[in-house]
């Protein structure tokens, strides 16, 4: 399920940066994120782009951000963990010029943030949800890292799962 939400996520936050790039959720509580000087004054260079991803984060002092808001498409996400990533990602490809030509790396570095957690029990509901979300997403048999989504087993497949038919 973490494959094929990671897939769907991505696909959305492609489609939305292409039109007008990502809509942000303002956080009730903003979180607060220690970071090296090195790192903060990273994220103050590159505010224009963390504005895009739709992340809004202000400089609270050397090595500490607040996070105010994350893409609304990741309103699930934990926003620490999130900024952290997409910082080391634009700390890695530098100048805006490569981060524009990374940018679907960073997209699937922020899905894969947003998906759904492996052990995380859905509902009948959000399972039906998901699948119908699958139908409707291109490429939706693997996710950003080219695990497979679904698999086929046929009945004598399971038999051999439950050790039957011995």
Not at 6 to 32: C, D, F, H, T, W
Not at 110 to 132: D, F, Q, S, T
Request: hydrophobic share 40%; net charge negative.
């Amino acid at each position: 399920m973490h494959a094929a939400h990671e897939r769907i996520m991505y696909e959305r936050l492609k489609i939305a940066m292409a039109s007008e790039g990502l809509s942000g959720q303002p956080l009730l509580v903003p979180e607060s994120l220690a970071l090296s000087q090195r790192e903060a004054d990273c994220a103050e260079e590159h505010a224009q782009w963390f504005q895009r991803l739709g992340f809004e984060l202000q400089r609270l002092g050397p090595e500490s951000l607040a996070i105010r808001q994350i893409p609304a498409l990741l309103k699930q996400a934990e926003a620490n963990r999130l900024v952290q990533d997409v910082l080391a990602d634009l700390m890695e490809y530098g100048t805006s010029d490569r981060i524009q030509a990374h940018l679907n790396e960073l997209l699937g570095t922020m899905a894969c943030h947003g998906a759904v957690r492996a052990n995380r029990r859905l509902a009948i509901p959000e399972m039906n949800g998901l699948l119908r979300d699958m139908e409707n997403t291109e490429r939706s048999g693997q996710c950003n890292h080219g695990r497979p989504t679904w698999t086929q087993m046929g009945l004598d497949d399971l038999d051999k799962l439950f050790l039957r038919g011995r």
